[in-house]
């Protein structure tokens, strides 16, 4: 009976201190949890998108997006283009099912504003990226940089995520409404995380 008694008090001290060292543990983890939230609060947000043939065009290339501090800068390349400037911008829908492109919708347009160059005074679209320029070999590349847009933030005016980037076979005049008489789809990526 002794040997008994002796056995259950072992056992109790056993398992009180295998609790005890599952807390600190449990704790432990919630204060890394919470610090990795703040970490992840500050620091970059990336996401790189491949630009697909549209319209029967040879159209590829690579757009990326970093968002550091509330800004956005894409960086992108795109070859496959005839030689000279090609409008550029994003829409409404992350989906390049359309041979020709269309199923992306029209133009990322949030805020209800008419078609226009970036930051023109009379209006224009948060998707009115404007013209890149390809070179004799086809290449062309663009940067661009806003505190306009951001990656997965929720917000409607601003949220890149579950849209397309659409490359046009011709130049957007900044003008003629809704689309800048850009001409046919002939690159598309859809910006999904």
């Known amino acids: 009976m002794k040997n008994l008694k002796l056995l259950v008090l072992t056992f109790a001290v056993v398992c009180a201190t295998a609790c005890k060292e599952e807390k600190k543990t449990a704790e432990t983890t919630t204060k890394t949890e919470t610090e990795d939230v ?16 549209k ?12 968002e550091k501090n509330g800004m956005v800068t894409m960086v992108g390349t795109v070859t496959g283009l005839e030689e000279g400037e090609h409008a550029i911008h994003i829409h409404e829908k992350a989906d390049c099912s359309a041979d020709d492109g269309t199923s992306s919708g029209g ?26 320029t390809a070179n004799a070999n ?26 397309a980037i659409i490359v046009h076979l011709g130049i957007d005049d900044l003008k003629t409404q809704p689309t800048g008489a850009a001409g046919a789809r002939i690159g598309c990526a859809g910006i999904i995380e």
């Not at 970490?39 to 970059?44: K, P, T």
């Not at 949030?110 to 013209?131: F, L, S, V």
């Not at 940067?143 to 306009?148: A, R």
């Open 38 to 53: 703040k970490d992840s609060m500050s620091s970059e947000k990336k996401l790189a998108i491949s630009l697909a043939p």
């Open 55 to 66: 319209s029967d065009s040879n159209v590829e290339g690579t757009i990326n997006f970093t």
């Open 107 to 132: 133009h990322w347009n949030p805020t209800g504003q008419p078609h226009g160059a970036w930051g023109d005074k009379a209006g224009y679209h948060k998707g009115d990226i404007g013209n890149l």
């Open 138 to 163: 086809g290449r062309a590349t663009i940067t661009k940089s806003t505190n306009e847009w951001c990656i997965g933030c929720g917000d409607n005016t601003k949220d890149i995520l579950g849209k």
